[in-house]
């Protein structure tokens, strides 16, 4: 998993920006990175946060604590993803969510200079940012009508086609808690899928 030079990103830019390596060097000259090691908070609930973050290595989670201690995780981080709390972010409140490592990671951090930076730099950045923020949206969205109205195996197979290369990484209570279903009802999904696939 170890890359070096943060490929990621810069394949990121290469190909979403059609940029070259002397004006990705030129806008990544001054970047921040963050190392973090397992269950290290990046944000917790009530500070600010001040960066978007994009994943090189390891993988992260973002999550809020209700009232009787319950963790409900929004989304996972692996690598080539970009997290941040956008209303904290763009309105400047404390944050209502946790950003979390769930192993050894390394984030790039992007502050506000840097997205004018870029912009100015690259006139398809502007584009390539409102179609993040759209996405994201329409992520939530389909998000919130299948925690309303999807079957647990619907909820399920939907996430293994959105982070086909995290269930092994993480644990299955984690899981469940992202799909709004208890640790119980994710394992008899889990084995009656199984058992659609043998034919049992």
């Not at 990121?12 to 921040?32: K, P």
Request: proline share 3%.
């Amino acid at each position: 998993m170890q890359r070096s030079g943060h490929s990621f990103l810069r394949s990121y830019f290469s190909s979403q920006l059609q940029m070259d390596e002397a004006q990705i060097g030129e806008v990544l000259s001054d970047y921040r990175v963050k190392r973090l090691t397992k269950d290290e908070f990046l944000v917790r609930e009530g500070e600010y946060c001040h960066h978007t973050f994009f994943v090189e290595q390891g993988l992260l989670r973002q999550f809020s604590i209700d009232e009787k201690g319950k963790e409900h995780i929004l989304m996972f981080a692996p690598e080539n993803w970009f997290i941040l709390d956008r209303e904290s972010a763009l309105f400047h409140q404390p944050s209502a969510y946790n950003i979390q490592a769930l192993e050894d990671s390394e984030v790039v951090m992007l502050d506000e200079q840097f997205v004018e930076k870029m912009s100015e730099k690259s006139p398809s950045f502007t584009q390539v940012n409102i179609r993040l923020l759209q996405n994201h949206i329409l992520h939530l969205q389909n998000r919130i009508n299948m925690l309303l109205s999807a079957s647990a195996e619907a909820r399920y197979l939907q996430f293994v086609e959105m982070y086909p290369n995290i269930l092994l990484r993480v644990p299955q209570s984690m899981v469940a808690s992202y799909l709004g279903v208890t640790p119980e009802s994710l394992s008899r999904v889990r084995k009656q899928l199984a058992g659609k696939s043998t034919g049992a």
